[in-house]
């Protein structure tokens, strides 16, 4: 019987959506993801993050632990620097976990967080094609209430490559469909788990690709029909051990909408 664990789990203008299909992952390109940023805890990587804007990144709230706080950007490797790569230390006062996060053996909700750079980054005033650093955009608020159900979503991190693996050295990416919470629900509250609420978005991992343990707080983004990448979600938990028998959930970005406006403005 397959167990579950909570995982302790950057706008750019999009190219097509890569049609191939991090477990069983395939390899990010340096330019491919410049939303995606590394968190450091005490020196070791401790999950991923997006940065929605020029100086504030999202990921899941169990990211957030004591010790002291590091952010990559720029960087497909997970423990070696490329280059352009930069690295904010961040003062406790510049993280923020969702003030209604809870997480307990069989339950979690508003699995969700904010992390502040100390200073913004400065882009170019003409967007750069090939940039290694790039806000990712964010749902608008007229799409609260779209569940993305069917739409082929994608997913990166440097999570296990593989079943009972390593994590992997290098960015992943994978494709794979979001479903219906109703369908993740049944999944879940059958092994007695509470994970799957109206602030979860699931995708199957019945291709054999998903998310696994080291992918915590990465995202999961579509693209829209002006071929931009939106971000929709914040990985949050999977099946472990196997990983792809069943679901990853995220957090909703949409359903987050207001309180990561309001902690925008701080």
């Given amino acids: 019987m397959n167990t579950i664990f909570v995982l302790q789990l950057a706008s750019v203008n999009g190219a097509d959506l890569p049609t191939a299909k991090i477990i069983n992952g395939t390899i990010a390109n340096d330019t491919q993801f410049p939303w995606h940023v ?16 020029p100086r504030w990144i999202l990921t899941a709230g169990h990211c957030i632990g004591p010790g002291n706080f590091s952010i990559r950007l720029g960087a497909t490797k997970r423990e070696e620097f490329d280059e352009g790569t930069m690295v904010f230390s961040i003062p406790p006062t510049n993280i923020f976990r969702h003030p209604n996060f809870s997480s ?103 291709s054999l690709t998903g998310t696994c343990e080291g992918d915590d707080g990465g995202p999961l983004v579509v693209m829209g029909s002006d071929k931009k990448y939106t971000l929709i979600g914040v990985a949050s938990f ?29």
């Fill in 104 to 206: 307990t053996e069989t339950s979690l909700r508003n699995d969700i967080a904010m992390i502040k750079l100390p200073i913004g980054i400065t882009f170019p005033t003409r967007p750069v094609k090939n940039a290694t650093i790039a806000v990712i955009k964010l749902p608008s608020v007229s799409a609260k209430k779209k569940t993305y159900v069917g739409e082929n979503a994608l997913m990166s991190g440097w999570g296990q490559f593989e079943e009972d693996g390593d994590f992997s050295d290098f960015l992943n990416w994978a494709i794979n469909p979001v479903i219906a919470n109703a369908d993740c629900q049944a999944k879940f509250s059958s092994l007695g788990l509470d994970y799957v609420y109206n602030g979860s978005i699931c995708t199957s991992t019945s």
């Fill in 38 to 53: 590394s968190i450091f805890i005490n020196g070791a990587f401790r999950c991923s993050g997006s940065l929605i804007s």
């Fill in 238 to 266: 999977a099946n472990v051990p196997t990983c792809i028998d069943g679901y990853s959930g995220f957090a909703r970005v949409t359903f987050f909408l207001d309180w990561i406006q309001k902690t925008l403005k701080k």
